[in-house]
């Protein structure tokens, strides 16, 4: 069968194309079957010390496989002769099983084919019909990336790695821009040079470890003028390539900050500094590459899109480089938030979301999102200096302005998710003290799934670490400790202030027509349950005041749904059977559907609660629990959906 396939196969090549198709479907068949058919024979060294041949699994038997791997190379050249032919119209079936073929190959393997016979240049061109061939360069390129000797092997090809530059900035088809893009970037990621031991300022500008590179495909990107060039005429509005439309450059800007951070990860120092002056100073930028992106590439005065883009580009700049230690006397800072800090961009990004100066609706309507975004990031990423400014302040303030709304507003309109997102990113010791916390805002009865999901992020704490071994050293230790408690006192102080909290909680989540609202109604059940909260108390750890009421103050979130006033509402929920609406008429439909996700969100939170119990016995068993947590196990051995479980749900009514 497969030997048929393959004549088949060349003699569809032998065929005038100009009066012939080719049939896709072979091409198809002859995809799935002739590679794995025409594969490589594999050798292991026997006991003997003779080298015996083997079979792989999924692999073609065959006492010929030396023959067979030359049909294999012969049919590629022949599948790449057809490519050179003008007259075939569709040269896409040819492309995809020839890629499919140079699957396994190695970089060395790609040259010995044929490295001077590769059209690399013609085949990484821009325009209509070009699809087919620059995926095939690209894929042939892509061996190159497994090791630096490759990688500077395919980088010392000038006039390709010009083309590849020029394609992925300037290609209308977005695959192909992702391919090429990810290709530059892993050609530099595994060309980065080892870090000398006595170099401060490679400790400086980069992460810990490093690559055992020359550095040869960073000095083709940066070090030489022509690649160099491609960068700035791709994305310059005012002095940019001719050929090229105002759209074309503004998605070449995109593309390029997108990728930036991600470069600069690897090597802030290549980055930021300048590296040709005559073409900087061709396009009015003369602090180096960095600059041009951040600075001067984008119109963000007259193009609120592109100013988005940019937003976006500072989050993700602040994110990558985190790790980048400046080693100066600023505490808690990167090399990335200097950068924004120095040139006025993280206060004028700030200054979007603070509105304290009159903004154009325009702008507030599509900048507010990134902007709160952007703070965000700056507050998850480096709570440490978020707090140590007066940012927190103005956020909080601006927070309780934008959350200070009506009942109605909360249950009927759309949420302020951007606001939302921003108070459950902050240090939660930014939010104390409770009689001026936003938080206080956020109502529990007529509300919707957005808060609830935002309270229950607040109320668990900080994430807790996965266990590795051997043991890592746990970065932040102490600021998770303050996270923790801080949690643990809004919840109490929330609790305090909404004394029916956990009674509404349990309404929401009975309410199955709504299911967003009962899935994040049940989410603030099983982050409680969950909750990483600070027991131990440290010299460093921040201690917090807890309301003045009657309430138990448990120090673990699973023991605070086990007290009042969780205690008359949660456990009774957990344990009781879930709703289904298989009752209705016209069988199982949506509605059966949000049932269930609702049932199995309520067996998750009770199998939450299961192994807290036992942990919890384990190290009290004196205490009571072990009869609780054989009630709550007997009721995880029925399963999701008992038998006789309660029929019908609860309407989906909102009180006003």
């Known amino acids: 069968m497969a030997d048929d396939l393959l004549n088949r196969v060349e003699q569809a090549l032998r065929e005038d194309p100009e009066t012939t198709t080719l049939d896709t479907k072979l091409f198809e068949e002859a995809e799935l079957l002739l590679p794995s058919y ?37 049919l590629m050249r022949h599948l790449a002769a057809d490519l050179m032919d003008s007259r075939r119209s569709n040269h896409t079936p040819v492309v995809n099983l020839l890629i499919k073929l140079f699957n396994g190959f190695t970089w060395t393997q790609v040259c010995e084919f044929g490295t001077s016979s590769i059209p690399y240049k013609d085949g990484l061109g821009v325009g209509e019909g070009m699809t087919s061939f ?63 031991a006595q170099s401060r300022e490679n400790w400086r500008d980069r992460p810990a470890g490093g690559g055992g590179g020359q550095g040869l495909v ?45 470069v600069a990860r690897l090597d802030w120092g290549m980055i930021s500094r300048s590296h040709h002056r005559e073409v900087e100073g061709k396009f ?19 193009d609120l899109l592109m100013y988005r883009c940019l937003i976006d580009f500072f989050s993700l700049l602040l994110k990558t480089t985190a790790d980048l230690d400046t080693h100066t006397m600023a505490q808690h800072d990167s090399l990335g938030l200097q950068y924004l800090i120095m040139h006025g961009l993280h206060a004028r990004t700030a200054a979007i979301y603070l509105q304290t100066q009159p903004v154009d609706p325009a702008e507030a309507m599509l900048l507010y999102g990134p902007a709160a975004n952007y703070l965000s990031t700056y507050a998850s990423v480096y709570p440490k200096h978020y707090l140590a400014c007066q940012m927190a302040k103005q956020v909080n303030e601006r927070l309780s302005h934008t959350l200070d709304l009506t009942p109605g507003s909360w249950a009927h309109n759309d949420s302020p998710k951007h606001d939302l997102h921003l108070i459950a990113s902050v240090p939660r010791q930014s939010l104390m003290p409770y009689d001026k916390s936003p938080i206080a805002l956020l109502p529990c009865k007529t509300t919707n799934a957005d808060v609830l999901n935002t309270l229950a992020t607040i109320f668990h704490g900080p994430e807790e ?17 303050n996270e923790g408690a801080a949690a643990r006192a809004i919840y109490f102080y929330y609790l305090a202030a909404q004394p029916h909290f956990w009674r509404d909680i349990v309404i929401h989540a009975d309410t199955i027509a709504l299911r967003d609202l009962a899935l ?53 929920y957990l344990l009781s059977p879930p709703k289904t609406f298989a009752n209705l008429v016209g069988g199982r439909g949506d509605a059966e559907s949000s049932a269930y996700q609702v049932a199995v969100a309520k067996f998750e939170a009770l199998k939450a609660l299961e192994v807290r119990m036992r942990g919890q016995v384990e190290r009290s068993p004196e205490e009571g629990f072990e009869e609780i947590l054989g009630t709550v196990q007997r009721r995880l051995g029925m399963g999701v959906l008992p038998q006789g479980a309660e029929v019908g749900g609860a309407v989906g009514t909102m009180e006003l």
């Open 38 to 74: 025409l594969a490589p024979p594999t050798y292991t060294t026997n006991n003997a010390g003779s080298a015996e041949q083997v079979v792989v699994p999924g692999q073609v038997s065959t006492s010929n496989s030396d023959g067979l791997w030359e049909k294999r190379l012969l």
């Open 134 to 196: 620059n995926r095939l360069m690209l894929c042939l390129l892509g061996k190159a990336r497994g090791k630096a000797s490759d990688a500077e092997q395919a980088a010392g090809m000038l006039e390709v790695m010009i083309a590849v530059v020029r394609l992925w900035l300037t290609t209308p088809d977005t695959g192909i821009s992702m391919q090429a893009g990810e290709l530059l970037f892993d050609l530099l990621k595994v060309d980065v040079p080892p870090q000398p």
């Open 218 to 262: 960073w000095k083709r990107v940066f070090g030489d003028r022509d690649v160099y060039h491609v960068f700035f005429e791709s994305c310059s509005l005012e002095y940019g390539a001719e050929a090229l439309s105002k759209n074309q450059r503004t998605i070449a800007q995109a593309r390029l900050m997108e990728w930036v951070p991600k």
């Open 284 to 302: 009015k930028s003369t602090g180096g590459f960095l600059e041009f992106v951040a600075l001067k590439m984008v119109d963000f005065k007259d």
């Open 465 to 481: 670490h996965v266990v590795t071994f051997p043991a890592t050293e746990v970065k932040n230790a102490e600021q998770d400790a």
């Open 520 to 572: 994040s109604a049940i989410r603030c059940i099983t982050t409680i349950i969950n909750a990483n909260w600070s027991n131990t108390t440290t010299p460093a750890t921040i201690t917090y005041l807890l309301p003045s009421t009657t309430l138990a103050t448990p120090t673990s979130g699973h023991l605070a749904i086990l007290s009042p006033p969780a205690l008359e509402h949660i456990l009774p």
